[in-house]
């Protein structure tokens, strides 16, 4: 069955310092992939997407993802966060073949320390 | 450009009443989507509208309705509430094939 797995449920960082959250897919063939984040009571904003070709693609807010094939996987990150970036991000899957829905992990969340 | 609209924002029903959600997608936009969120169950696909036509459906009971009118805009409807039914109720709007989807605000209903 096609999946989506965030392994963190939560994650703390220091102000200032790196993030990476993870993601792995399970496809019968590379679907495209999303990031979103939703802060508390909102909806879920787009940060970034792959659909092909560079495997680091850049997004809003500094965030950036790295698609690996050999790994499934495709994990945002953010070389220095701010405390405006606690919220919970979500990783998402649509197949290429069309026509299905949009598949998302879990979530997780993020909180900043100061 | 706006964005997706969803009326309302909050929501009080009892059990066993009825309720009707909307949504507005970005223009231009033909695709809707429906999710229901809770904090036990995550974000769950309830169903997608294209073109005044369901698409694709979730594993949600019949109680949990939807249509999309000629101007994409779209409503849910769930019949004889229940607590369970508590939860953001989120719609996204798409368009073309890549299905990149733009989520509104959310509807929070709350079940007493």
């Known amino acids: 069955a096609q999946s989506v797995t965030q392994p963190d449920i939560h994650i703390t960082v220091s102000e200032g310092a790196s993030l990476e959250l993870r993601c792995n897919y399970s496809?019968?063939?590379?679907?495209?992939l999303f990031w979103y984040v939703q802060s508390p009571g909102q909806g879920l904003q787009l940060l970034l997407k792959?659909?092909?070709?560079?495997?680091l693609v850049q997004g809003i807010k500094g965030f950036e993802a790295e698609f690996k094939r050999s790994q499934s996987s495709f994990n945002l990150r953010k070389p220095s966060v701010h405390w405006s970036d606690a919220a919970e991000y979500f990783c998402?899957?649509?197949?290429?073949?069309?026509?299905?829905?949009?598949?998302f992990g879990t979530g997780t969340r993020l909180t900043i320390i100061p | 450009k706006a964005g997706v609209t969803q009326t309302p924002r909050y929501l009080i029903k009892t059990r066993g009443q009825q309720v009707t959600l909307s949504c507005s997608p970005i223009?231009?936009?033909?695709?809707v989507s429906w999710y229901q969120q809770t904090p036990g169950q995550g974000l769950q696909f309830l169903f997608e509208?294209?073109?005044?036509?369901?698409?694709n459906k979730g594993n949600f009971p019949g109680r949990f309705s939807g249509r999309q009118f000629s101007n994409s805009r779209s409503e849910m409807n769930v019949s004889t509430l229940e607590l369970g039914d508590s939860a953001l109720y989120l719609c996204?709007?798409?368009?073309?094939?890549?299905?990149?989807?733009?989520f509104g605000a959310g509807t929070r209903l709350s079940v007493l």
């Open positions: 998402a899957a649509y197949p290429t073949s069309g026509n299905e829905k949009l598949t």
């Open positions: 996204a709007s798409s368009v073309g094939q890549k299905n990149i989807q733009y």
């Open positions: 223009s231009g936009h033909r695709s």
């Open positions: 496809y019968g063939a590379t679907p495209y």
């Open positions: 509208y294209f073109s005044e036509t369901q698409r």
């Open positions: 792959y659909f092909s070709g560079d495997t």
